[in-house]
């Protein structure tokens, strides 16, 4: 797992440990913070204590993580990210579309200058993926693509505060602002109140995921909801599949999301 004290995380690792228990499985969990050397360790380090299985929940699965993945005999299964390649089993929502309907909505409600606070652009999922389907929502609108409006945060609430000052420091200053994950939307929203601005009268602020601080930020904040329970749920029911040696039809999942509209957005002032 990347982050145990990211909401999103500790919500799929709920959904692995339901399913697990279910089939007398028992979880290790281990923390990689998302660092590749750190990650390819905790990797050799459970296949040496011989576990059954392996749910890796990391970021970029390079050819490192690859080659750890290969010296295995357990079956190996990828929750909410994929490889690339696309050769592991794996677990996900599709995250360009995510993206696309959340800046589709901004569009939707009359916003022409939207702005981006993304994920680090080498994160598959969370970050090109998400900005991608930021760009393909511009251009499917005629709307320019300007790079001024694209700040790359860590994910986190103060990157979100930080990328909302430079915002507010451009000389044509965004109407509305897409931000790849909840916690920095939600830096955005304090960044920009802390200007003295309203969200959503003054500048409205859109995001993807759905974790549990979307709804107690005011005001509550519009985002596209990934299944984060069901994403875990489903990747350890495939692995139990795997360890079985079950029949498994499709080893690469892609679970749906949903637009979930509060009160963050509103169409801009004239």
Known sequence: IPDIANANFA?????????????????????????????????????????????????????????????????????????????MPSVDIDHEGAAFDAVNKLIEEGHRSIAMVSGTLQD?????????????????????????YIRVGNYRYESGIEATQYFLELPERPTAIFAATDEMAIGVIHGLQDAGLTVPDDVSVISVDNSRIASMVRPLLTTVAQPMYDI???????????????????????????????????????
């Open 11 to 87: 919500e799929v690792a709920r959904g692995i440990e339901d399913i697990a228990n279910m089939y007398h499985y028992n979880i290790i969990l281990s923390n990689a913070d998302k660092r590749k050397e750190k990650e390819i360790r905790v990797i050799n380090t459970l296949l040496e204590k011989q576990v059954d299985g392996l749910l890796f929940m990391g970021g970029v699965v390079t050819e490192e993580h690859l080659q750890a993945f290969n010296t295995s005999n357990v079956p190996i299964v990828l929750c909410a990210t994929t490889d690339e390649k696309g050769i």
């Open 124 to 148: 598959p999922a969370n970050g090109f993926a998400r900005f991608q389907g930021y760009k393909r929502a511009l251009e499917q609108a005629g709307l320019p693509y300007r790079e001024d």
């Open 232 to 270: 875990g749920a489903v990747s350890m029911r495939l692995l139990t599949k795997l360890m079985k040696k079950e029949t498994v039809d499709n080893n690469k999942v892609t679970l749906q999301h949903e637009l979930i509209v509060r009160r963050s957005v509103a169409a801009p002032k004239s």
